[in-house]
Each structure stands twice: as structure tokens, then as C-alpha cells.
């Protein structure tokens, strides 16, 4: 769960933005988790990728200009 908290923190913000006012760290997990079994053709990929595009495909950030 570490390794997961860290590349949000890392990302968030810039490459993805999470709701991160109603979402935890168990539930992260559990998206991790659940994506790692449902799409099993991504796991010869990097950790930090398959979290990366997991995270930006739920997760776009606003396009710049644009309100929330």
C-alpha cells in the first residue's frame, strides 16, 4: 500500500487528479487490485505504469481553462 500511496502522491495533481477528499487508501488498493485481475495483458508492465494508467484512465485531470 506504500508503493501505491507514493505514486499517487507523485502523480496526483499533474499526470491524474484524484478525489482525494473521499477516497482512501484501502479503497486505491482495492482499485489496484481489482484492475490487476480484470486486465491481466498489462502485467509485464512496470508497477508505476500500470498504476499511472490505471489512475489516469479514472482520474483525468480537467483540461486547462476549464472549471471542475
Known amino acids: 500500500m506504500g508503493y501505491v500511496a507514493g505514486a499517487i502522491d507523485m502523480g496526483d495533481g499533474v499526470i491524474f487528479c484524484s478525489p482525494s477528499n473521499t477516497v482512501t487508501i ?10 490487476l ?5 498489462i502485467r509485464h508492465m512496470s508497477a508505476d505504469a500500470i498504476i499511472i494508467d490505471l489512475f489516469k484512465r479514472l482520474w483525468p485531470c480537467p483540461k486547462r481553462g476549464t472549471t471542475l
Open 26 to 35: 484501502g479503497q486505491v488498493r482495492d482499485m489496484v487490485q481489482g484492475y
Open 37 to 41: 485481475e480484470t486486465t491481466p495483458s
